[in-house]
């Protein structure tokens, strides 16, 4: 499969630049673009005409900054991933204290075993 290309968009219209990926971006996944994180929000696909058969040209994504999110392993967090609490997501940061901090947390416990 060819690298699909990819327009990265800042909501509402401001143009961040062209990607080439290899697989379909997801709306709640993380892309970085220039060295920052940006959460992507809404996927859509344009198409072309091409011998009779509609194929597909490019992808378009709306994005926002991911904020404080930081790379841990093959995803972006936010907060503190060593602890048990944290939710592992570039959107939440834990289900005690979602708005953090999570320097000096009160609740914070190690993470055991695998994430």
Known sequence: MDDLPVEVY???KEFLGNLKL???PQPGQT???EGRPY???ERRHCYHLKRGKYRLWRTVVQVQPAGEAMRWGDRW???DPQCAFNALSPLLRCALHPEGPCHGCPDRQPRTGKH
């Open 31 to 33: 892309l970085e673009l």
């Open 10 to 12: 800042l909501q509402p």
């Open 39 to 41: 959460l992507i929000l």
């Open 77 to 79: 967090v936010v907060g």
């Open 22 to 24: 290899v697989e379909t």
